[in-house]
T-cell receptor
Framework: GAVVSQHPSWVICKSGTSVKIECRSLDFQATTMFWYRQFPKQSLMLMATSNEGSKATYEQGVEKDKFLINHASLTLSTLTVTSAHPEDSSFYIC????????????FGPGTRLTVL | DQQVKQNSPSLSVQEGRISILNCDYTNSMFDYFLWYKKYPAEGPTFLISISSIKDKNEDGRFTVFLNKSAKHLSLHIVPSQPGDSAVYFCAAKVPGTQGGKLIFGQGTELSVKP
């Protein structure tokens, strides 16, 4: 199997606070994990690529100081939204790859973030 | 610059008939294509994929066709079932990226009516 979990599934926070989202590969080791953001009725936009033990690679236009990504182990990556504002409200989804020779990505169930 | 495009935001099909979802891409360097199915407030689930060296891949009711000269792929679902109602995303793998960076289309919402 290839199961990816995310926690929490939803979170509501006040403006100015930081929120951490966890992404775990439950039954395989993920050398690479990806973080996406999806606005309603829109596509999945890749935010960053996270490789275990190294710094994340951010897509153009994504603020790396605002969206902190840590990939400390082969089964866990975290996304921290720092000093969240209402415009950061979105659906955040992670995915994991088994390695450079695998084509598929396996997605987590997503996290709904609402910033008040 | 939208490198992967799904020009139909929605599609409605009668149960038992064929559903055809289309996807166009602009970058001829893409070497692998995938289709994902997504329900609201859930992550996408992998459906079927095709390598650029093939022109067809079939898995049960799902068949993906690739026309490289036209930079076009399509997903056929036969017969369509109400449980197929979801948003379908096509994605293209960017070659040379560690772990396989994907670029997604905008999605097509399929509605299969009983």
């Amino acid at each position: 199997g290839a199961v990816v979990s995310q926690h929490p599934s939803w979170v509501i926070c006040k403006s100015g606070t930081s929120v951490k989202i966890e992404c775990r590969s439950l039954d395989f080791q993920a050398t690479t994990m990806f973080w996406y953001r999806q606005f309603p009725k829109q596509s999945l936009m890749l935010m960053a690529t996270s490789n275990e033990g190294s710094k994340a690679t951010y897509e153009q236009g994504v603020e790396k100081d605002k969206f902190l990504i840590n990939h400390a182990s082969l089964t866990l990556s975290t996304l921290t939204v720092t000093s969240a504002h209402p415009e950061d409200s979105s659906f955040y989804i992670c995915s994991a790859s088994k390695g450079p020779y695998y084509n598929e990505q396996f997605f987590g169930p997503g996290t709904r973030l609402t910033v008040l | 610059d939208q490198q992967v495009k799904q020009n139909s935001p929605s599609l409605s099909v009668q149960e038992g008939r064929i559903s055809i979802l289309n996807c166009d891409y602009t970058n001829s360097m893409f070497d692998y294509f995938l289709w994902y199915k997504k329900y609201p407030a859930e992550g996408p689930t992998f459906l079927i994929s095709i390598s650029s060296i093939k022109d067809k891949n079939e898995d049960g009711r799902f068949t993906v066709f690739l026309n490289k000269s036209a930079k076009h792929l399509s997903l056929h679902i036969v017969p369509s079932q109400p449980g197929d109602s979801a948003v379908y995303f096509c994605a293209a793998k960017v070659p040379g990226t560690q772990g396989g960076k994907l670029i997604f289309g905008q999605g097509t919402e399929l509605s299969v009516k009983p």
